[in-house]
């Protein structure tokens, strides 16, 4: 399974395959609750649709290749809006929050040789 980020939102004609990011990733809602006390001291709130959330991502090994492909898709996507694909297939709209990305890279996977990256970001928006 995987992950798909594609630019611009509409119609996407730059787009990066990823796969799954790690478990336990955090997730924050922001169900945009506005609360207001009218002029005979009643208290209303009322709740803005769509809800939007705050996806934290780690995708813990990158190959070089992929790496350099999502830098460039992140310069390229830098404060637009996005399409997201997540692993269970539900379309989100929304942008990058990650400025800059948290790139950790690695000389060395495991007992091999090859050079390899953990990133993580944030991707803040709601579902289609």
């Known amino acids: 399974m995987s992950v798909v980020f594609g630019h611009p939102y509409a119609s996407p ?9 790690s478990l336990g990733d955090a997730e924050q809602h922001d169900i945009k609750t506005k609360f207001h006390i009218s002029m005979d001291n009643t208290f209303y709130s009322t709740k803005a649709t769509p809800a939007t959330k705050t996806l934290t991502l780690t995708f813990p090994f990158l190959d070089k290749t992929k790496y350099e492909e999502l830098i460039t898709f992140l310069e390229t996507s830098n404060g637009s809006e ?15 929050l990650a400025d800059p990305a948290e790139f950790d890279v690695y000389a060395k996977l495991g007992s091999t040789c090859v050079e390899a990256a953990r990133l993580t970001l944030q991707f803040t928006g709601s579902i289609v």
């Open 13 to 21: 004609t730059l787009s990066i395959t990823l796969k799954n990011p």
């Open 82 to 96: 996005i399409k997201y694909t997540d692993q269970n297939s539900q379309v989100w709209r929304g942008y990058m």
